[in-house]
């Protein structure tokens, strides 16, 4: 279903709802990517796969973009931050001075733990610095792209992005006793981490294991409030950060798919890829536990995994929840009041 389509107040935009690092063939879904429509702006969450052709289809204009949050840094959810910093300099030379917060997780600060599946251990990329987190991937992305860059800032005389974007790591508050590999989920009620005169921005540990932090967002404004998972597990950190939420926004994945892709391959990769899946990501029976837990009024379906086909994701949608379920198509519409 494509969810409701009367923009009215504030309301989410699905810009892309396909998850997982993969062109999925056939799909009319995009990389994950949300936007969070309020007053005369918009916030951005994730940055997958054709996120800017879809602002342009959604009819958001880059000016308008108050602000970009990463809920882990995994491909599929960062992919065109990149594009969307090299190309947004022609249309953001206003915001020097005032530039577009960046916020998403910090370094992690160890590697994860080799997988058991695993006969020779794995060389890590980049060993020098193996786990950049958001500020430092920025970076890095930008400098890659110097040679572009530096003829338009010398000849063209345009701003940096350096300029226009302030690329922040997420602080997670020590009493937590966060530890990346040890104590990746410690539980919480969330901690605010951004604020404007639109909107409030809490976040909050999700289990994405072996990624560490990971992250889900809420958004409070004046009309309601949305919550986005990120990727995880069932966790009830995001039970707690999505009580009456106006919209809660959770991945789904199809488990039987998963296993009809590796169900004749035994290789140490494809036993470890699917064991990734169920210690990572959530069921549609697990999406609707969150959202009835928490008493939201309303759960959207997206980051779908498989991206396309016809998949019946409605099957378990009233199990027990009352509130109103969607799986909304890229580009949908949907009010988060309350």
Not at 48 to 62: F, S, Y
Not at 90 to 99: C, K, T, Y
Not at 182 to 187: G, I
Not at 214 to 221: I, Q
Request: overall charge negative; aromatic content about 8%.
């Amino acid at each position: 279903m494509s969810g409701l389509t009367e923009r009215r107040g504030h309301h989410v935009i699905t810009l892309g709802t396909a998850g997982g690092p993969r062109f999925w063939r056939n799909s009319a879904r995009t990389g994950i990517a949300t936007a969070i429509v309020v007053d005369d702006g918009f916030y951005l969450v994730d940055c997958g796969h054709g996120v800017g052709r879809q602002m342009e289809k959604a009819g958001l204009e880059m000016s308008r973009l108050k602000g970009i949050f990463l809920t882990h840094l995994h491909s599929d959810h960062t992919v065109d931050l990149n594009t969307l910093a090299l190309f947004g300099l022609f249309e953001l030379q206003d915001r020097i001075g005032r530039p577009v917060p960046i916020i998403g997780p910090g370094n992690r600060g160890a590697l994860p733990p080799v997988s058991p599946l695993a006969s020779v251990e794995p060389d890590p990329m980049a060993p020098h610095s193996p786990t950049p987190g958001t500020a430092e991937m920025f970076l890095r992305l930008m400098e890659a792209a110097a040679t572009d860059l530096n003829d338009r800032i010398i000849d063209a005389l345009r701003p940096s992005p350096m300029a226009i974007f302030d690329a922040q790591d997420i602080d997670i508050p020590d009493a937590l006793q966060f530890h990346p590999n040890e104590n990746p989920v410690p539980a919480t009620e969330g901690f605010e981490i951004y604020r404007d005169e639109s909107v409030v921005v809490t976040a909050t540990l999700v289990e994405h294991p072996p990624v560490a932090p990971a992250f889900a967002f809420r958004f409070d404004t004046a009309e309601g409030s949305v919550c986005v998972s990120g990727d995880t597990t069932y966790t009830p950190n995001m039970v707690r950060l999505s009580r009456d939420a106006g919209l809660v926004l959770h991945e789904a994945i199809d488990f039987d798919f998963m296993e009809s892709m590796y169900r004749d391959k035994h290789d140490e990769t494809s036993r470890a890829s699917l064991a990734h899946h169920y210690k990572s990501h959530t069921s549609v029976v697990d999406a609707v536990r969150v959202a009835r837990e928490a008493g939201a009024r309303r759960l959207a379906l997206h980051h779908l995994v498989p991206g396309s086909g016809a998949i019946a994701w409605e099957r378990v949608a009233a199990a027990g929840y009352s509130g109103e379920f969607l799986v909304p198509d890229d580009l949908a519409v949907i009010p988060f009041d309350t």
